[in-house]
């Protein structure tokens, strides 16, 4: 079965999906959800929400959660250095 490509609707409306989940779960916390992505769906993540900032990292709220995007070499540079 081939991948389909999906646009910014229907990825922020799974997002959107998630972040109401975390809300039904848990309503009274701050609810942050951290995404580690390789290099190539880290710039696609990026193009889709159009952040076109060089930074290795960015965040998106939908509904006051927190969605954060680093982007693996962001880790690989902080290896060892906990």
């Given amino acids: 079965m081939a991948k389909t490509k999906e646009g910014v609707n229907g990825m922020i409306e799974k997002l959107a999906m998630i972040s109401e989940g975390l809300y039904d779960v848990l309503p009274n916390a701050k609810s942050v959800v951290v995404f580690t992505l390789n290099e190539k769906d880290f710039m696609s993540m990026k193009a889709q929400v159009n952040d076109f ?3 290795e990292q960015f965040k998106i709220d939908i509904s006051g ?3 954060i995007f680093l982007s693996d ?3 690989n540079k902080s ?3 906990l």
């Fill in 53 to 55: 900032s060089t930074t």
């Fill in 65 to 67: 959660i927190e969605f």
């Fill in 73 to 75: 070499k962001l880790l």
């Fill in 79 to 81: 290896e060892g250095t």
